[in-house]
């Protein structure tokens, strides 16, 4: 009969948290847990609301990232990042100890691991991440026909008494940047039929500078709606940029 070897490994958190050697089972796309700064975060659910930072949150999935803290201000990971982003319930505990491993079991789980790797995503993961991406496509769809303002009412008190001027498409093309250029070249943005000047998001977006300025001079209505801002972040936007 063949010899079967149990490993008998201690439940994650049992030492009083989250062991990294757990964090680092977690480095997939729709299964992402990252460190940083002595906690856990699951951030699975933000990759599917927002696609455009997959690349900077994958590149520490599963890892502790806390050396790279604030390294890019407003990036992936940072303070500011984390106030305009993070949901509580996104954080799973706090760093704990390497539960104690005697060397053969941790040179086959070395192994196991390395295998893995070698037969690449199972036709289970691959179908899980496609399906989380076509969520977020059809959330977003919905999103975007359904009126603004009927799902965040606070926006019409933060809109009550402006006067606001009329813009032709046209006229909102040649507004393409970039910041600090010759008048009439201010970075606008249409979202939902209104006109945005970016210039005071520039510097403290999450996403970068490079994602605004791509989209200056054009309805990027679709586009805002697939990163799923809160409520939060749409007041502010009406209270500093709305032109």
């Not at 606070?154 to 001027?165: N, Q, T």
Request: charged share 30%.
């Amino acid at each position: 009969a063949e010899a079967r070897i149990e490993l008998n490994m201690p439940p994650a958190g049992s030492g009083g948290g989250i062991p990294l050697s757990e964090v680092a089972r977690h480095n997939k796309p729709h299964d992402c847990w990252v460190a940083f700064n002595g906690s856990v975060y699951d951030l699975t659910d933000f990759l599917l609301q927002h696609p455009e930072q997959r690349n900077a949150v994958l590149a520490w999935a599963g890892r502790d990232a806390s050396k790279v803290w604030n390294k890019i201000p407003g990036r992936f990971p940072s303070q500011t990042w984390m106030d305009f982003y993070m949901r509580p319930e996104a954080q799973m505990g706090e760093v704990g100890p390497e539960p104690e491993v005697d060397p053969r079991t941790e040179e086959i789980q070395q192994l196991r691991a390395e295998l893995r790797r070698l037969r690449g995503p199972s036709e289970e993961e691959i179908a899980a991440s496609k399906a989380g991406a076509s969520q977020a496509k059809q959330a977003a769809a919905e999103a975007s026909k359904s009126g603004e303002d009927a799902r965040f009412p606070k926006l019409a008190d933060v809109r009550a008494g402006k006067a606001l001027p009329f813009f032709t498409r046209a006229e909102v093309a040649k507004h393409k940047g970039p910041a600090g250029g010759p008048a009439g070249t201010e970075p606008y943005m249409i979202i939902h039929n209104k006109v945005y000047d970016l210039t005071p998001l520039l510097g403290a977006h999450p996403g970068g500078d490079e994602m605004l300025l791509t989209r200056a001079g054009t309805d990027a209505t679709e586009e805002f709606e697939v990163f799923e801002h809160s409520e939060k972040a749409r007041v502010r936007r009406d209270q500093d940029m709305l032109v």
